[in-house]
């Protein structure tokens, strides 16, 4: 049996929406969605929240997440790439429990209507092909071989990538949401690339895909979930 790691990296200083991972949508706060899931999932014995917010710890612990650490400044910057953070997680608790994990999988806080069904079929398909990592991704509503333009010196063209006449003869394309991230414990100790032929590609629907960066994007999420008026254990 795989020893699987939950990591949840939230930190506090949020720009698009203030302090949007303790933001509350429907009478639960934003990272509660995710910690949530990750139980109703029933894959995980542990779920650690990674974050330097001493409210969003507090929020963690409340709904049963374990923090146990702070994270460091330099991990917590607006420019600071999420793997190393997850790497951190990861070592991290591994001294914490005493435990080598197998594989890590990371859920987006701002990424509130993603389901538990996601986190389990989303694990099952990186089980089945047997990839070194697996990232999510919805279909591209827009098809840059199709839709992208340039305007060049006051003169509208098609961009050179976009030569396809139709939208039925360009590549299929998908859009990252960074909702689900899965790793192989080695893959992700000494590797920044999510891309190759070891990386598996889950794709979400749209309607449990859509992550939040801007109040616009918070608002959207808002009314979906409030339509949905879903209780935690449907999550």
């Known amino acids: 049996m795989a020893e699987i790691l939950c990591t949840i990296c939230a930190r506090g200083g949020s720009k698009g929406v203030l302090n949007k991972n303790i933001k509350k949508i429907n009478d639960l706060e934003m990272i509660a969605y995710s910690i949530i899931q990750a139980r109703n999932s029933k894959l995980f014995k542990h779920i650690v929240v990674s974050t330097d917010s001493d409210e969003i710890a507090n929020v963690a612990l409340k709904y049963k997440a374990e923090v146990f650490f702070k994270r460091e400044a330099h991990l ?27 594989i890590l999988v990371d859920l987006d806080a701002s990424a509130p209507l993603r389901t538990s069904q996601d986190i389990k079929k989303a694990y099952e398909l990186f089980i089945k092909e047997n990839k070194e990592v697996l990232i999510t991704a919805t279909l591209a509503r ?8 340039e305007l060049d010196n006051g003169e509208v063209k098609r961009s050179k990538q976009g030569f396809f006449t139709t939208r039925q003869s360009a590549p299929k394309c998908f859009d990252m949401n960074a909702s689900i991230y899965m790793f192989k414990r080695e893959r992700l100790l000494k590797s920044d690339d999510l891309f190759g032929k070891e990386t598996s590609l889950y794709v979400m629907d749209e309607s449990t895909a859509f992550d939040v960066d801007s109040e616009l994007d ?18």
């Open 76 to 102: 917590a910057s607006d420019s600071a790439p999420k793997l190393p953070v997850m790497r951190d997680a990861l070592l991290r608790s591994e001294k914490y429990f005493g435990v080598k994990f197998d």
């Open 142 to 149: 827009r098809n840059p071989y199709f839709n992208l333009i």
């Open 218 to 235: 918070f608002k959207i999420v808002e009314f979906l979930i409030k339509e949905r008026n879903l209780k935690p254990e449907e999550f």
